[in-house]
């Protein structure tokens, strides 16, 4: 397989790469993307005949990628699914009601879904470049998710050091303490006083730094990037959704080649891509269900085909990971139905004026694949209460079930990107009006629903703490100097 680029060719970078040069180095002509140039076919037989096993049915669709990594090294990163709560079944599918499936993605170190993905290509990557005996470093602004994720999956591989930003006072406690209690000598985490758009700034004019771009020349360390714009993280996001769909015919609702709905809690818009791209590859998908928060610029884009930052400020909602205005994996389904150089003018129309609009027949064609709703924190507080008997949502969850009434006459499939401990106050408001910190909150909602606290989680609190740094941002790059 082999990669092209989202807005086409500069002339100066190659016309097309492969899978190793794309994860290594994943920024593309014009601030593209890359893309793969054909996607392979699951035909029928094929898919019927996938295993259960999570690691031997994703070793076997990988396989047909035909991606430039060894079998061992594929194997050897699949294997990291054995760090999740039941390594011979890392992503349960739980069936909550008559016509709803929640497939859960949560059950790695960290508790979110982005584990699913860090975990086999942090490996990946790091074994690359130990191969090519290259040095990297990883820069991560977070929100919350991301930074454990890309800490826990690095820690300690060679080639590889991580400096993580985050916003001080910005994420739950669970997501700090994941963060300042992960030790690792190649790992720096760093806290500014300010909000997560002050740290992806202070990440962006680090990157246009003449004095750090020679600091990395001098010590012979390339950059890379872990956020999901790389590609090596959406090919393990692929997988999952053919799993989830197996598991429902698994499970007798339907049967082998009937359609399902997938419904994403969606922000950078990777999960939803990987299940474009699941859908196009031949898995029997009808619509992908975009849930969104009060941010709801995806919902805009898919009912009218407009996507306008100009009248819009990004609003902190009880789902964080989904407080997201500019959302980047939208350029390769952009990629994917129009082709390089129509992407290439909307994406300059983003960038310049702040919108783009699609014409009537470009909309059409998204909504063959997409619908899209928005949830505001009222409603997913009010799902959370509802369904606490049944099923314990965590916000960004819970943006799911809206869509799910609007299509309930289908069988639908709804992605669970995180564990309810990760954002234990926002579920105990919505349960009793009550406002805690996490720990009293993570105690509470245990005693109440009668389900545990995890080990992972409860154990944070008594972990020393490694990262104590808190620093004004215009000193961040100091700081990873002194690191590097
Ligand atoms: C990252 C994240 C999302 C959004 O996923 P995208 O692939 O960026 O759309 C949703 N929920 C949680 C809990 C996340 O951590």
Not at 58 to 78: G, S
Not at 269 to 284: D, H, I, R, S, T
Request: contains cysteine.
């Amino acid at each position: 397989m082999v990669f092209v680029e989202s807005r086409g060719n500069d002339g100066k970078k190659p016309k097309s790469v492969t899978f190793s040069e794309a994860i290594l180095h994943p920024s593309a002509s014009f601030g593209g993307l890359y893309v793969p140039k054909e996607l392979p076919k699951l035909n029928e037989e094929f898919v019927k005949a996938l295993p259960k096993d999570y690691k031997e049915m994703a070793f076997r669709v990988l396989k047909l990628f035909d991606i430039d990594i060894e079998d061992t090294l594929l194997q050897e990163a699949l294997a990291l699914y054995n760090n999740f709560d039941d390594p011979n079944s890392p992503v349960p599918v739980k069936r909550v009601d008559q016509n709803l499936f929640i497939s859960e993605l949560y059950h790695g170190p960290t508790r979110a879904f982005k584990d699913m993905a860090l975990q086999p290509f942090g490996y990946i990557l790091s074994a690359l470049a130990k191969k090519r005996d290259e040095n990297y470093l990883i820069l991560a602004a977070t929100s919350g998710d991301t930074g454990p994720a890309t800490l826990e999956t690095f820690k300690n591989r060679p080639n590889i050091k991580v400096a993580c930003i985050y916003p001080a006072g910005g994420t739950s406690d669970v997501q700090r303490l994941q963060m300042v209690t992960e030790d690792g000598k190649n790992l720096k985490v760093i806290g500014i006083k300010g909000d997560f758009d002050d740290a992806q700034n202070a990440l962006k004019s680090l990157l246009a730094s003449s004095e750090f771009q020679h600091t990395l020349q001098q010590k012979d360390i390339h950059l890379s990037a872990a956020n999901s714009v790389n590609f090596g993280r959406i090919i393990f996001q692929i997988l999952y959704h053919i799993h989830s769909y197996l598991e429902v015919v698994r499970a007798g609702a339907i049967a082998f080649g009937e359609k399902i709905n997938l419904i994403v809690p969606s922000g950078n818009f990777g999960n939803a891509l990987g299940a474009y791209y699941a859908k196009k590859m031949g898995v029997p998908i009808n619509k992908i269900l975009i849930a969104s928060n009060a941010n709801n610029i995806l919902t805009e884009l898919i009912q009218k085909g407009r996507y306008d930052l100009r009248d819009k400020k990004l609003i902190k909602t009880t789902s964080p990971a989904m407080d997201i205005l500019k959302s980047s994996n939208v350029e390769r389904v952009l990629y994917d139905k129009f082709g390089a150089e129509r992407t290439k003018e909307l994406m300059q129309n983003l960038q310049e004026k702040g919108y783009y609009a699609l014409s009537s027949q470009e909309l059409e064609a998204l909504q063959q694949d997409f619908d899209a709703d928005f949830s505001s924190d009222e409603e997913v507080a009010q799902t959370i209460k509802e369904y606490a008997s049944r099923y314990l949502f965590d916000p960004h969850t819970a943006t799911t079930i809206k869509l799910y009434r609007k299509y309930k006459d289908d069988i639908n499939v709804a992605y669970s990107t995180a564990e309810w401990t990760k954002f234990a106050p926002a579920i105990w408001k919505a349960l009793s009006g009550e406002e805690l910190k996490d720990l009293q909150a993570l105690e509470a909602i245990s005693k109440e629903l009668q389900v545990p606290i995890p080990q992972r989680i409860a154990q944070l609190f008594h972990k020393p703490i490694v990262h104590d740094l808190i620093i004004e941002k215009d000193k961040i790059e100091e700081e990873i100097l002194a690191f590097l």
